[in-house]
Nanobody, 123 residues
Framework: EVQLQASGGGLVQPGGSLRLSCAAS????????VGWFRQAPGKEREWVSI????????YYAESLEGRFTISRDDAKTTVYLEMNDLRLEDTAVYYC????????????????WGQGTQVTVSS
């Protein structure tokens, strides 16, 4: 059974930092491109960041303005999202997702989805 376990969310003040983790099991994660998506209340899901299966290429939503960094540790079968200078508008449920095809992740139609972790930015 394939599982993507997202964790690391929580409550943080504006300007703070969090690191999300996406731990994969049931797949050889280094064969997969992995992305982070988020969905805020009342809004559609949007992609945040994607890392390709080799880790050579990373992609970020322009709205992030360089505040987030995605990375992967294939030995630990985990993909991370380091989030800095968090803002109120970053509040959302964050999901990780994986597919062997990069473009499936970019298109928001990856084969596997994690269950989500809540990030709340509030003063």
């Amino acid at each position: 059974e394939v599982q993507l376990q997202a964790s690391g969310g929580g409550l943080v003040q504006p300007g703070g930092s969090l690191r999300l983790s996406c731990a994969a099991s049931g797949i050889t994660v280094n064969y997969y491109s992995v992305g982070w998506f988020r969905q805020a209340p009342g809004k559609e899901r949007e992609w945040v960041s994607i890392i390709d299966l080799l880790g050579d290429n990373t992609y970020y939503a322009e709205s992030l303005e360089g505040r987030f960094t995605i990375s992967r540790d294939d030995a630990k079968t985990t993909v991370y999202l380091e989030m800095n200078d968090l803002r109120l508008e970053d509040t959302a449920v964050y999901y990780c997702a994986a597919d062997t095809g990069l473009w499936a992740v970019i298109a928001g139609t990856p084969q596997y989805w994690g269950q989500g972790t809540q990030v709340t930015v509030s003063s």
